[in-house]
Structure formats: structure tokens, C-alpha cells
């Protein structure tokens, strides 16, 4: 389903101001986009996935730069090819090196609750429990960080070792599939 395109342009002018619903609106409209697109370069479910939120943790990094006179789509999915040539370039090398840099955080103001917050806190804890072992194990793992152990972006960034954009996007994408198993049954 193609989004019109003044209403695209109007949330990518919100995410530029920091907007979360905007963030969330472009994450959720291009998702399919993206993950399609690295699965069939990949053919693994699970890199597909990392170069996914990847992609997503750049774009909004970066989301400033975009330029409007060409597409939202066709700019994330080069954006994409380039963090899959990356992750090539880290798998070839297997050294790990542990230089740790500083690294410029696109800060994705919180707005307060979202439709998926608002259906998660309303489950029962047990339940949603049950719910959150059905996701995968990284977001999982993402979810009881933030909610169970109210850690902050900038501390799951260090605990999972990963650029706090990563992490912002991991949670959205966790929210996200959350809710749809909640609101399934």
C-alpha cells in the first residue's frame, strides 16, 4: 500500500523536529520494506533483522539530510545496501576491536505513551508475561531491560553493547510486535 505522498512528507517533517509518533509512523510504514528487501540479499532471518533496525537507527540519525525531491523509500533502501556492505566488512574480519567512540545520538523525544504502550500496561502481568516470551529473544530481552528493570536507552545501549539508536529502534520494533500479540487474542 503506497502512502500518499503529502502525508509522507508531512511525517518526515515531523521526525526531522524529533516527533515520536512520526519515528514510529516511518518505522512502521517501511519496515516491510526494508526487511523484504535485505532477506532476499541475505536469506537469513535473523541478519536480515539486525540490518533492518540498522538501517532504521541511521535514517533517523540522519533524517535531517534527507533530501525531499527523491524518495523516502528508495533513500532508506540505499541506506540499507550500505550497512549490509558493512556487516560483510565486520563478518570478514572476526577481529573485534574494543575502541569505543562517542558517537553522536539523534535524540527521538518521548511524547509520553504510545497505542502500544497504553495496550501493554493494560494486560495483566502474568499474561503479558506469556505474551513477551512469544517475541524473539533480543526483544525480549530489549523489553525486560527497559520495562522490568527501567533501565535507560543510554544503559541498555552499554548492558547489549549496541549504539543507543539500535536500541531505540529494537524497542519500538519489540512495542510493535507486542501489541499485535495482545490485541490477537
Same mark, same amino acid.
Given at each position: ?5 503529502? *502525508? ?5 517533517? /515531523? +521526525? /526531522? ?5 512520526a ?5 512502521? @510504514? ?22 533492518? *533496525?540498522?538501517?532504521? @537507527?541511521? +535514517?533517523?540519525? /540522519? ?6 525531491? !527523491? ?27 574494543? &575502541?569505543e ?6 535524540? =527521538? =523525544? ?8 497504553? =495496550?501493554?500496561?493494560?494486560?495483566n502481568?502474568?499474561?503479558l508475561?506469556?505474551? *513477551? ?5 533480543? !526483544?525480549? &530481552?530489549?523489553?525486560?531491560?527497559? !520495562?522490568?528493570?527501567?533501565l @535507560?536507552?543510554?544503559? =541498555? @545501549?552499554?548492558?547489549?553493547? &549496541? ?10 520494533? +519489540?512495542? /510493535?510486535?507486542? +501489541? ?6
Amino acid at each position: 500500500m503506497e502512502i500518499a505522498e503529502t *502525508i509522507l512528507k508531512a511525517y518526515i517533517q /515531523k +521526525a /526531522k523536529l524529533g516527533n515520536q509518533v512520526a519515528f514510529n509512523f516511518l518505522l512502521n @510504514s517501511f519496515w516491510n520494506d526494508v526487511y523484504g528487501f535485505q532477506l532476499k540479499r541475505v536469506q537469513n532471518e535473523n541478519d536480515a533483522e539486525d540490518i533492518t *533496525i540498522q538501517t532504521f @537507527s541511521k +535514517a533517523f540519525d /540522519k533524517i535531517d539530510t534527507f533530501d525531499e525531491q !527523491y524518495k523516502f523509500k528508495t533513500w532508506l533502501i540505499t541506506i540499507s545496501k550500505n550497512v549490509h556492505i558493512d556487516f560483510l566488512r565486520k563478518r570478514k574480519k572476526l577481529i573485534e576491536t574494543t &575502541e569505543e567512540q562517542e558517537e553522536e545520538v539523534y535524540q =527521538i =523525544i518521548d511524547d509520553g505513551p504510545t497505542p502500544e504502550d497504553k =495496550i501493554i500496561t493494560e494486560q495483566n502481568l502474568a499474561k503479558l508475561l506469556r505474551d *513477551i516470551k512469544k517475541l524473539k529473544p533480543h !526483544y525480549q &530481552e530489549v523489553i525486560n531491560l527497559r !520495562y522490568f528493570q527501567e533501565l @535507560s536507552y543510554k544503559e =541498555i @545501549s552499554a548492558q547489549l553493547q &549496541e549504539p543507543m539508536n539500535n536500541v531505540k529502534v529494537k524497542l519500538l520494533r +519489540a512495542k /510493535k510486535l507486542l +501489541a499485535e500479540i495482545i490485541q490477537k487474542q
